[in-house]
């Protein structure tokens, strides 16, 4: 069953073999993610993650805490460049963001929350914020 070829990709292979460069994709784009794949660990006193963002420069990466809600939010901006004495003739510019929210289990204390990006990894170091969350109330 497995050796069977589906028919999406018959017609691809048609159109690739009978009309080159009529069908061109995309040179762009191809660096920002679909979704931001992450592994979430509790540690003691908090938790990490470690978030795949690769092809992102830092300063487009944004990180929000809102409670126990983690926002990730990364844009991509591609241009290319002419130089003196090129001849131009195809010119693409690719702009794309992708985000993801997730929920954890107690409170973030924003305060001491750390992010480090390096090597396409954004590794987030997120303290539980400290005292009770649950305040129980006197009833009169």
């Given at each position: 069953?497995?050796?069977l070829v589906?028919?999406?990709?018959?017609?691809?292979?048609?159109?690739?073999?009978f009309?080159?460069g009529?069908?061109?994709?995309?040179?762009?784009?191809?660096?920002?993610?679909?979704?931001?794949k992450?592994?979430?660990?509790?540690?003691?006193?908090?938790?990490?993650?470690?978030?795949?963002?690769?092809?992102v420069?830092?300063?487009?990466?944004?990180?929000?805490?809102?409670?126990?809600?983690?926002?990730?939010?990364?844009?991509?901006?591609?241009?290319?460049?002419?130089?003196?004495?090129?001849?131009?003739?195809?010119?693409?510019?690719?702009?794309?963001?992708?985000?993801?929210?997730?929920q954890?289990?107690?409170?973030?204390?924003?305060?001491?929350?750390?992010?480090?990006?390096?090597?396409?990894?954004?590794?987030?170091?997120?303290?539980?914020?400290?005292?009770?969350?649950?305040?129980?109330l006197?009833?009169?």
């Open positions: 069953m497995n050796s589906s028919r999406n990709s018959l017609l691809d292979d048609f159109f690739r073999d009309t080159p009529y069908f061109v994709k995309p040179l762009h784009g191809d660096n920002l993610p679909a979704q931001i992450v592994d979430v660990k509790e540690v003691e006193g908090g938790y990490t993650v470690n978030a795949e963002i690769p092809g420069n830092k300063d487009d990466i944004h990180v929000g805490i809102d409670g126990n809600v983690i926002t990730l939010r990364a844009e991509v901006k591609q241009e290319d460049k002419k130089t003196e004495g090129e001849k131009v003739l195809r010119s693409e510019r690719y702009y794309g963001a992708v985000s993801r929210s997730f954890l289990p107690a409170e973030i204390d924003p305060s001491a929350a750390k992010a480090k990006y390096e090597n396409g990894v954004l590794a987030l170091t997120l303290p539980r914020k400290s005292g009770p969350s649950v305040k129980r006197t009833v009169e």
